[in-house]
């Protein structure tokens, strides 16, 4: 499936709606792009394959990838005897999105209690602005913990939901019967 024009039109507007929605983050639409054709292939792709599907330099697809593949939306692969670079759809990318959130705000919690330790103690504003990031940090920190223990929960239930559906012996409509009847004769 790495041949875009080979995709439903659908898919391909797809695809291109990934690259807008990351754009809107201020990543390069091309990321985009890129993960949501990783999205709908069933198996890595190469970076060349990736490029000519997207009609895009394999030098942009390279540097996207690996940036991709740095906030664990992406995830390297290999293909035994093929020494190119080859990506796929990161099984745990909405779990790695709320850990990436959580390390972040540690990040910034370290850096606001360094700040804290730093200033005068006289320092009123400077105090006041370092004390409420911090609080934030930790609220963050805390909700993103429970965020997380609550996805985990919702993604294991909607699994095991569509596994049973998956699984349940279809119901097939009874047809009309073409064995003789048992009913009595009218004796015609």
């Not at 006041?128 to 239930?157: S, T, V």
Request: proline share 5%; net charge neutral.
């Amino acid at each position: 499936m790495a041949d875009l024009k080979a995709l439903s039109a659908g898919v391909r507007e797809f695809i291109d709606q990934m690259g807008l929605y990351f754009e809107g983050f201020d990543i390069s639409r091309s990321a985009g792009r890129i993960m949501g054709l990783l999205m709908v292939t069933d198996h890595p792709l190469s970076l060349d394959e990736i490029a000519s599907a997207l009609q895009v330099s394999r030098a942009s697809v390279s540097t996207n990838a690996r940036l991709l593949a740095s906030a664990g939306l992406a995830q390297p692969a290999s293909m035994p005897g093929d020494r190119r670079d080859f990506y796929r759809y990161s099984p745990h990318t909405w779990e790695r999105r709320i850990l990436a959130g959580i390390a972040s705000s540690r990040m910034a919690q370290r850096i606001a209690e360094h700040g804290l330790a730093a200033i005068e103690p006289n320092s009123a504003v400077a105090r006041a602005n370092l004390d409420e990031m911090r609080d934030f940090c930790e609220f963050y920190i805390r909700e993103g913990e429970y965020m997380l223990e609550r996805w985990r929960a919702h993604k294991h239930e909607k699994h095991e939901k569509r596994r049973a559906t998956q699984t349940e012996t279809p119901i097939t409509p009874s047809t009309p019967s073409t064995a003789p009847s048992t009913a009595p004769s009218t004796g015609d």
